[in-house]
């Protein structure tokens, strides 16, 4: 007698906002992927980045928001995708309601952990592109290197040392040495 074939779970945002107060996870293509929480590297890089990332729009006049995680981004406006980046920057207000980002951010920071890295380097890097998220970071405290896409160009990837000056996509004239965010 064949056994019958289970159907996968598939899982929506509704099923985001009735996890546990405090679990936070990201829902990819109907996936869920549950959040440790950071550790302190993390967090002193996710703050000190956002600053600098906001300090240097403030000072050009720019309408652009800087949201360091947690921040909800629906990425694709459906309800099968719900990501929270460790840095969002939207420069679309039109996109920005009282539950966070709906579309795609302009830039993306994501600090990778030892339990993240396979998300940040595949699975996130393919959904931001195809998205439209312009420019998108991998900050790797553990090997001390940043990986930059040019997405909104289709550029190919570099690669920087947290020693190096590393310059952004979306902002000809902003750069950033991620070696001072280090405590």
Not at 27 to 32: E, K, P, R
Not at 49 to 57: E, G, P, T
Not at 141 to 170: G, R
Request: aromatic share 10%; charged share 20%.
């Amino acid at each position: 007698m064949p056994m019958p074939v289970l159907e996968p779970t598939v899982y929506t945002i509704q099923d985001i906002y009735a996890l546990p107060e405090g679990q936070r996870a990201e829902l990819i293509d109907g996936h869920l992927y549950n959040m440790a929480p950071p550790n302190r590297i993390h967090q002193d890089i996710s703050f000190s980045l956002s600053r600098k990332i906001a300090d240097f729009i403030d000072s050009k006049g720019g309408s652009c928001r800087v949201y360091p995680a947690p921040f909800a981004v629906f990425l694709n406006k459906d309800e099968k995708n719900y990501v929270e980046p460790d840095i969002t920057v939207v420069c679309d207000k039109d996109k920005l309601n009282d539950k966070g980002c709906s579309g795609a951010p302009d830039w993306v920071v994501e600090i990778a952990s030892p339990s993240t890295a396979h998300l940040d380097y595949g699975v996130k890097l393919f959904k931001y592109r195809t998205a439209g998220v312009r420019e998108y970071w991998i900050v790797n405290p553990m090997t001390q290197v940043v990986n930059v896409y040019d997405l909104e160009h289709e550029a190919k990837t570099n690669q920087y040392k947290f020693s190096d000056q590393i310059p952004s996509c979306i902002y000809s004239d902003f750069s950033i040495q991620p070696l001072g965010l280090l405590p």
